[in-house]
């Protein structure tokens, strides 16, 4: 081969590597304001909004980047996809009940009961996380 196609390739390979990062930060950014968005919305704490991030990708079959874009959007038009809507919401309820339950881990089971009384702002706000057609939020009984 000769030098100058040698360093046409490099030049390429290098080209496809710089765009693959680009779109890896585009996507980076748009997961942690998703994250971001159910810590504030759902109450969930970072860790937490990454693995409901991570269900709901994994039982919908949908990217996480885009899974990421459509709690984006639902932040700003409270429109969300049915499939997801019912996925998130399922993946919330699960987390919230985790965090709950008694950890072996812990001879005091978890967080003791020391979890926040429903107030009853939460309760006027219904019973589902993620409602149609407004970002309204509630408690989810967690």
Known sequence: MAPADDAADKIAALQEEVDQLRQALVSHAAV??????????????????????????????????????HVLRWAEDGELPDTVRTTLHTAVIRTR????????????????????????????RGTSLWSGGTAEICDCGG
Do not use: C, Y
Request: aromatic share 4%; charged share 25%.
């Open 32 to 69: 942690d304001q998703a994250i971001g968005v159910l810590m504030a919305a759902a109450r969930l704490r970072s860790q937490e909004g990454w693995e409901v991030l991570q269900f709901v990708s994994q039982h919908t079959n949908i990217k996480l980047r885009e899974i990421a874009q």
């Open 97 to 124: 009940r985790q965090r709950l339950r008694p950890s072996s881990r812990s001879g005091q089971g978890g967080r003791g009961g020391r979890h926040r009384p429903r107030s009853a702002a939460d309760s006027r």
